[in-house]
Protein backbone atom coordinates (compact mmCIF):
# COMPACT_ATOMS: atom_id res chain seq x y z
CA UNK A 1 0.00 0.00 0.00
CA UNK A 2 2.65 2.25 0.66
CA UNK A 3 4.79 1.78 -2.36
CA UNK A 4 1.55 2.67 -4.34
CA UNK A 5 0.90 5.71 -2.64
CA UNK A 6 4.94 6.96 -2.54
CA UNK A 7 4.62 6.48 -6.41
CA UNK A 8 1.35 8.71 -6.86
CA UNK A 9 2.04 11.22 -4.44
CA UNK A 10 5.84 12.01 -6.15
CA UNK A 11 4.21 12.43 -9.73
CA UNK A 12 4.23 16.19 -9.21
CA UNK A 13 7.64 17.65 -10.52
CA UNK A 14 8.46 19.79 -7.48
CA UNK A 15 8.45 16.48 -5.56
CA UNK A 16 9.74 13.75 -7.88
CA UNK A 17 13.38 13.83 -6.28
CA UNK A 18 12.29 13.43 -2.34
CA UNK A 19 13.51 10.68 -1.12
CA UNK A 20 11.43 8.02 -0.86
CA UNK A 21 11.87 7.31 3.08
CA UNK A 22 11.08 10.88 3.72
CA UNK A 23 8.07 10.47 1.97
CA UNK A 24 7.03 7.39 4.03
CA UNK A 25 7.92 8.53 6.95
CA UNK A 26 5.58 11.63 6.21
CA UNK A 27 3.19 9.08 5.28
CA UNK A 28 3.40 7.27 8.82
CA UNK A 29 2.96 10.39 10.88
CA UNK A 30 -0.40 11.18 8.62
CA UNK A 31 -1.62 7.99 9.21
CA UNK A 32 -1.03 8.19 12.84
CA UNK A 33 -2.77 11.23 13.18
CA UNK A 34 -5.42 9.55 10.72
CA UNK A 35 -5.93 5.60 11.95
CA UNK A 36 -9.62 5.53 10.47
CA UNK A 37 -8.62 6.55 6.73
CA UNK A 38 -5.64 3.99 7.45
CA UNK A 39 -7.87 1.14 8.67
CA UNK A 40 -10.34 2.38 5.59
CA UNK A 41 -7.17 1.83 3.02
CA UNK A 42 -6.28 -1.54 4.62
CA UNK A 43 -9.74 -2.80 3.61
CA UNK A 44 -9.75 -1.62 -0.06
CA UNK A 45 -7.24 0.25 -1.72
CA UNK A 46 -8.98 1.94 -4.46
CA UNK A 47 -7.07 4.70 -5.99
CA UNK A 48 -9.94 6.81 -6.74
CA UNK A 49 -11.75 6.59 -3.05
CA UNK A 50 -12.14 9.81 -1.42
CA UNK A 51 -9.75 8.32 1.30
CA UNK A 52 -7.09 7.81 -0.69
CA UNK A 53 -7.15 11.53 -3.23
CA UNK A 54 -7.33 12.68 0.03
CA UNK A 55 -3.91 11.48 1.79
CA UNK A 56 -2.31 12.19 -1.97
CA UNK A 57 -3.55 15.55 -1.28
CA UNK A 58 -2.56 16.35 2.46
CA UNK A 59 0.32 14.86 2.26
CA UNK A 60 1.05 16.32 -0.73
CA UNK A 61 0.76 19.74 0.87
CA UNK A 62 3.14 19.24 3.86
CA UNK A 63 5.78 17.70 1.78
CA UNK A 64 5.51 20.81 0.11
CA UNK A 65 5.63 23.02 2.95
CA UNK A 66 8.50 21.27 4.50
CA UNK A 67 10.48 20.97 1.18
CA UNK A 68 9.51 23.04 -1.89
CA UNK A 69 9.97 26.30 -0.29
CA UNK A 70 13.18 27.45 -1.83
CA UNK A 71 14.07 25.10 -4.27
CA UNK A 72 14.90 24.87 -8.04
CA UNK A 73 13.30 27.81 -9.87
CA UNK A 74 14.40 27.05 -13.43
CA UNK A 75 13.23 23.56 -15.10
CA UNK A 76 15.00 20.52 -14.30
CA UNK A 77 16.28 20.14 -18.41
CA UNK A 78 17.95 23.50 -17.37
CA UNK A 79 19.18 22.62 -14.22
CA UNK A 80 21.14 19.19 -16.02
CA UNK A 81 22.48 21.11 -18.94
CA UNK A 82 24.13 23.42 -16.32
CA UNK A 83 25.08 20.47 -14.20
CA UNK A 84 26.74 18.39 -17.56
CA UNK A 85 28.74 21.72 -18.09
CA UNK A 86 30.05 21.53 -14.45
CA UNK A 87 28.90 25.63 -14.20
CA UNK A 88 28.15 25.97 -10.55
CA UNK A 89 28.18 29.15 -10.49
CA UNK A 90 24.89 29.56 -12.12
CA UNK A 91 23.40 26.41 -10.29
CA UNK A 92 23.68 28.97 -7.52
CA UNK A 93 21.53 31.22 -9.38
CA UNK A 94 18.56 28.50 -10.00
CA UNK A 95 17.65 29.02 -6.47
CA UNK A 96 16.11 32.06 -4.90
CA UNK A 97 18.02 31.61 -1.51
CA UNK A 98 21.42 31.36 -2.94
CA UNK A 99 20.72 33.71 -5.78
CA UNK A 100 19.64 36.23 -2.96
CA UNK A 101 23.22 35.62 -1.29
CA UNK A 102 25.56 36.34 -4.14
CA UNK A 103 25.99 39.83 -3.79
CA UNK A 104 27.01 39.07 -0.14
CA UNK A 105 28.03 35.46 0.14
CA UNK A 106 32.29 37.06 0.61
CA UNK A 107 31.05 39.10 3.73
CA UNK A 108 28.57 36.58 5.04
CA UNK A 109 31.07 33.75 5.85
CA UNK A 110 34.12 36.27 6.42
CA UNK A 111 31.48 37.76 9.45
CA UNK A 112 30.85 34.32 10.78
CA UNK A 113 34.26 33.02 10.50
CA UNK A 114 35.73 36.09 12.44
CA UNK A 115 33.31 34.66 15.17
CA UNK A 116 33.28 30.99 15.59
CA UNK A 117 37.16 30.93 14.31
CA UNK A 118 38.99 28.35 10.97
CA UNK A 119 36.50 25.61 11.18
CA UNK A 120 37.85 22.16 10.48
CA UNK A 121 34.63 20.42 10.27
CA UNK A 122 31.05 22.10 8.58
CA UNK A 123 27.71 20.49 8.84
CA UNK A 124 25.14 22.42 6.59
CA UNK A 125 21.62 21.01 6.95
CA UNK A 126 18.64 21.22 5.01
CA UNK A 127 21.58 22.44 2.46
CA UNK A 128 20.19 22.86 -0.91
CA UNK A 129 23.22 24.23 -2.90
CA UNK A 130 24.52 26.30 -0.44
CA UNK A 131 27.53 23.80 -0.43
CA UNK A 132 27.79 25.17 -3.83
CA UNK A 133 29.07 28.97 -2.53
CA UNK A 134 32.19 27.08 -1.12
CA UNK A 135 34.86 29.34 -3.22
CA UNK A 136 33.36 32.37 -1.46
CA UNK A 137 34.41 30.28 2.45
CA UNK A 138 38.48 30.81 1.50
CA UNK A 139 38.60 27.48 3.36
CA UNK A 140 41.33 24.95 2.76
CA UNK A 141 41.67 21.71 4.57
CA UNK A 142 38.12 21.60 5.56
CA UNK A 143 35.58 18.78 6.18
CA UNK A 144 32.43 19.33 4.39
CA UNK A 145 28.89 17.16 5.48
CA UNK A 146 25.76 18.72 3.96
CA UNK A 147 22.35 16.91 3.76
CA UNK A 148 19.08 17.52 2.23
CA UNK A 149 16.00 15.86 1.03
CA UNK A 150 16.34 15.90 -2.67
CA UNK A 151 18.49 13.14 -4.70
CA UNK A 152 19.44 15.52 -7.51
CA UNK A 153 20.60 18.27 -5.42
CA UNK A 154 22.74 15.79 -3.12
CA UNK A 155 23.86 14.09 -6.54
CA UNK A 156 25.20 17.66 -7.60
CA UNK A 157 26.55 18.80 -4.58
CA UNK A 158 28.84 14.95 -4.53
CA UNK A 159 30.35 15.86 -7.56
CA UNK A 160 31.03 19.24 -6.89
CA UNK A 161 32.93 18.21 -3.66
CA UNK A 162 34.71 15.51 -6.58
CA UNK A 163 35.66 18.06 -8.97
CA UNK A 164 36.69 21.25 -6.70
CA UNK A 165 38.73 18.68 -4.79
CA UNK A 166 36.72 19.16 -1.44
CA UNK A 167 36.92 17.23 1.58
CA UNK A 168 33.02 16.91 1.42
CA UNK A 169 29.99 14.09 1.42
CA UNK A 170 26.93 14.88 0.99
CA UNK A 171 23.52 12.66 2.19
CA UNK A 172 19.77 11.82 2.36
CA UNK A 173 18.53 13.40 6.29
CA UNK A 174 15.37 14.47 7.44
CA UNK A 175 16.24 16.53 10.45
CA UNK A 176 12.79 15.23 12.33
CA UNK A 177 14.42 12.09 12.79
CA UNK A 178 16.77 13.59 16.03
CA UNK A 179 18.42 10.50 17.10
CA UNK A 180 20.10 10.69 13.22
CA UNK A 181 21.22 14.09 13.45
CA UNK A 182 23.04 13.16 16.95
CA UNK A 183 25.08 10.68 15.11
CA UNK A 184 26.04 13.32 12.71
CA UNK A 185 30.08 13.93 12.40
CA UNK A 186 31.16 16.05 15.13
CA UNK A 187 32.18 20.22 13.47
CA UNK A 188 33.23 23.50 14.88
CA UNK A 189 30.05 25.18 12.43
CA UNK A 190 26.78 23.68 11.35
CA UNK A 191 24.72 26.05 9.06
CA UNK A 192 21.39 25.78 9.26
CA UNK A 193 19.57 28.63 6.85
CA UNK A 194 16.53 29.12 6.24
CA UNK A 195 14.92 26.08 7.76
CA UNK A 196 13.12 26.43 11.25
CA UNK A 197 9.95 27.43 9.99
CA UNK A 198 10.09 24.58 7.64
CA UNK A 199 10.84 22.79 10.46
CA UNK A 200 8.00 24.45 12.94
CA UNK A 201 5.59 24.28 10.70
CA UNK A 202 3.84 26.80 12.48
CA UNK A 203 3.16 25.54 15.82
CA UNK A 204 5.48 26.89 18.19
CA UNK A 205 9.23 26.51 17.61
CA UNK A 206 10.03 23.15 19.94
CA UNK A 207 10.86 21.05 17.38
CA UNK A 208 13.72 23.60 15.96
CA UNK A 209 14.89 23.57 19.61
CA UNK A 210 15.22 20.03 19.78
CA UNK A 211 16.75 19.95 16.45
CA UNK A 212 19.34 23.05 17.62
CA UNK A 213 20.21 20.97 20.58
CA UNK A 214 20.66 17.56 18.84
CA UNK A 215 23.51 19.32 16.32
CA UNK A 216 26.72 18.15 17.30
CA UNK A 217 28.53 21.60 16.43
CA UNK A 218 30.16 24.29 18.83
CA UNK A 219 28.30 26.82 16.79
CA UNK A 220 24.98 26.71 14.85
CA UNK A 221 24.04 29.51 12.34
CA UNK A 222 20.43 29.70 11.77
CA UNK A 223 19.03 32.33 9.03
CA UNK A 224 15.98 34.13 8.59
CA UNK A 225 14.54 35.95 5.54
CA UNK A 226 13.83 39.75 6.17
CA UNK A 227 11.56 40.02 3.20
CA UNK A 228 8.34 39.32 2.23
CA UNK A 229 7.18 37.20 -0.40
CA UNK A 230 6.31 40.10 -2.51
CA UNK A 231 9.64 41.67 -1.84
CA UNK A 232 8.37 44.21 0.81
CA UNK A 233 10.78 44.57 4.62
CA UNK A 234 9.52 42.98 7.12
CA UNK A 235 8.21 44.98 9.95
CA UNK A 236 9.85 42.88 12.40
CA UNK A 237 12.60 40.20 11.22
CA UNK A 238 14.04 39.77 14.40
CA UNK A 239 13.24 36.36 15.95
CA UNK A 240 12.19 37.08 19.71
CA UNK A 241 12.39 32.97 20.41
CA UNK A 242 15.72 32.40 19.34
CA UNK A 243 17.02 34.98 21.44
CA UNK A 244 14.93 33.79 24.61
CA UNK A 245 16.32 30.33 23.88
CA UNK A 246 19.36 31.29 23.88
CA UNK A 247 19.26 33.43 27.25
CA UNK A 248 17.55 30.13 28.51
CA UNK A 249 20.09 27.74 26.88
CA UNK A 250 23.11 29.99 28.10
CA UNK A 251 24.20 30.16 24.33
CA UNK A 252 26.33 33.24 23.29
CA UNK A 253 24.44 34.91 20.35
CA UNK A 254 25.94 37.30 17.91
CA UNK A 255 23.69 38.27 14.88
CA UNK A 256 24.65 39.64 11.23
CA UNK A 257 22.17 41.24 9.09
CA UNK A 258 22.31 41.66 5.27
CA UNK A 259 19.64 42.97 2.93
CA UNK A 260 17.43 40.25 3.09
CA UNK A 261 18.76 37.81 5.69
CA UNK A 262 19.01 37.66 9.16
CA UNK A 263 21.25 35.57 10.91
CA UNK A 264 22.01 34.14 14.05
CA UNK A 265 25.22 32.82 15.47
CA UNK A 266 24.94 30.66 18.56
CA UNK A 267 27.63 29.35 20.72
CA UNK A 268 26.74 26.30 22.65
Excluded at 27 to 55: A, H, T
Excluded at 107 to 112: A, D, F
Excluded at 135 to 142: D, E, F, G
Amino acid sequence: MLKQLIKDIKQKKELLQLDDQFVKEELNRYFKKEPKILKKLGEELNPKSKEYKKVIKEVRAKLRRSYGLFRVEKESKDLKELFKKKDYQKILETHSSTKERLSFYDQLYQKIFKITGIPKTILDLGSGINPLSFSHMNLKNVNYFAYDLSKEEVKILNQFFKDKKIKGKAGILDLLQIEKVKKLPKAEVAFLFKMTDVLDKGKGHKTSENVIKAIPAKFIVVSFPTLTISGKKMNYPRKGWIELMCKRLEYKLNILEFSNELFYVMEK
